[in-house]
């Protein structure tokens, strides 16, 4: 596994802003009535489901980045972020994915 270097200082504080900002929200959801409090808690699942997915698209392309930058081999890869070589594999694709849907998008709105 590989060894977790601690959070650049903005990070920790951008991820601890991001902690107070759900429990502002689940503070004035708890106080709202029922039918109103479930609707708002809806679409607070719905923000954070939207947030982890952008998370870990990031993390993909941060993988892919990093093996692009430092020519590295799947295992290589693999065994220096902490994962599997099979999951290693499975963060470059979906970081190349995300490129193509970036890439067909820009041309999209150009043509």
């Known amino acids: 596994m590989a060894t977790?270097?601690?959070p650049e200082p903005?990070?920790?504080t951008a991820?601890?802003?991001?902690r107070r900002a759900y429990e502002q929200a689940a503070d004035v959801i708890s106080a709202m009535p029922g039918q109103r409090a479930f609707e708002a808690a809806?679409?607070?699942?719905d923000v954070l489901r939207e947030l982890a997915?952008?998370?870990?698209?990031?993390r993909a392309q941060t993988a892919a980045r990093i093996a692009e930058?430092?020519?590295l081999s799947l295992a290589v890869l693999a065994t220096r972020i902490g994962v599997?070589?099979?999951?290693?594999?499975?963060l470059v694709q979906s970081a190349q994915k995300a490129e193509?849907?970036?890439t067909d998008k820009r041309e999209t709105t150009r043509g």
């Open 69 to 71: 930058e430092e020519k």
């Open 53 to 58: 997915e952008l998370a870990a698209e990031l």
């Open 10 to 12: 903005g990070v920790t």
């Open 84 to 90: 599997s070589k099979a999951r290693a594999a499975q």
């Open 42 to 45: 809806t679409g607070l699942a």
């Open 15 to 18: 991820l601890a802003n991001l």
């Open 100 to 102: 193509l849907r970036t």
């Open 4 to 6: 977790r270097q601690p």
